[in-house]
């Protein structure tokens, strides 16, 4: 089973600023198959990145992912007041699937 | 529009069972499976297993192995997570969430693009 450790556990940040999140695998992801889901307090999660890189349909380019092998990152330009949530990262290189821990975003 | 309507929530004693439905609409069924994730209060997202809408196949965390059933049925769109021999840490929200693409040809894991709204399991004496 491939363990996703995400961190820091949480970032606190202001409107504006950026925010840069990781997620580091214990072995290498084939194919930069990496998800990044935000999650919201109440709500189910919704994806925002796929392929490591690729933004989900509607999902603003201040959110944007990079990295491949074992290194991943997500990165927010500027924090809209709406971005603060949760975000969790997810390998699928692997037919048993495994989310990080999770990132908590929240206001300073 | 496409959308996954989950079951309400649920109570039960330890020891029972609770079964949880997942109707998925605006889309061809078969073409698709499903992953089912829950998340204890407080905590973060725990994946489970998924199903093929489109054969059946099932591939369960380990975790979950001998526990947990993953059903389908196609004439209602509907599917399905079983989980038996209830704990009190089995207590959270249990969604379903589309992640297998079995279009044209075999079924390949995919992220989960659409989720359910959520089905919040009690466990307790």
């Known amino acids: 089973e491939i363990v996703l450790t995400q961190s820091p556990g949480t970032l606190s940040l202001s409107p504006g600023e950026r925010a840069t999140l990781s997620c580091r695998a214990s072995?290498?992801?084939?194919?930069?198959?990496l998800a990044w889901y935000q999650q919201k307090p109440g709500q189910a999660p919704s994806l925002l990145i796929s392929g490591a890189s690729s933004r989900a349909t509607g999902i603003p380019d201040r959110f944007s992912g990079s990295g491949s092998g074992t290194d991943f990152t997500l990165t927010i330009s500027r924090l809209e007041p709406e971005d603060f949530a949760v975000y969790y990262c997810?390998?699928?290189?692997?037919?048993?699937?495994?989310f990080g821990g999770g990132t908590k975003v929240e206001i300073k | 529009q496409v959308q996954l309507v989950q079951s309400g929530a649920e109570m039960k004693k330890p020891g029972a069972s609770v079964k949880v439905s997942c109707k998925a609409s605006?889309?061809?069924?078969?073409?698709?499976?499903f992953s089912w994730v829950r998340q204890a209060p407080g905590q973060g997202l725990e994946w489970m297993g998924w199903i093929s809408a489109h054969n059946g196949d099932t591939n369960y965390a380990q975790k979950f192995q001998g526990r947990v059933t993953m059903t389908t049925d196609t004439s209602t769109s509907t599917a399905y997570m079983e989980l038996r021999s209830l704990r009190s840490d089995d207590t959270a929200v249990y969604y379903c969430a589309r992640g297998l693409n079995c279009s044209g040809g075999p079924c390949y894991v995919r992220p989960f693009d659409i989720w359910g709204q959520g089905t919040m399991v009690t466990v307790s004496s």
């Open positions: 997810q390998q699928y290189s692997s037919a048993l699937l495994t």
């Open positions: 072995q290498s992801v084939s194919s930069n198959s």
């Open positions: 605006g889309y061809t069924f078969i073409d698709y499976g």
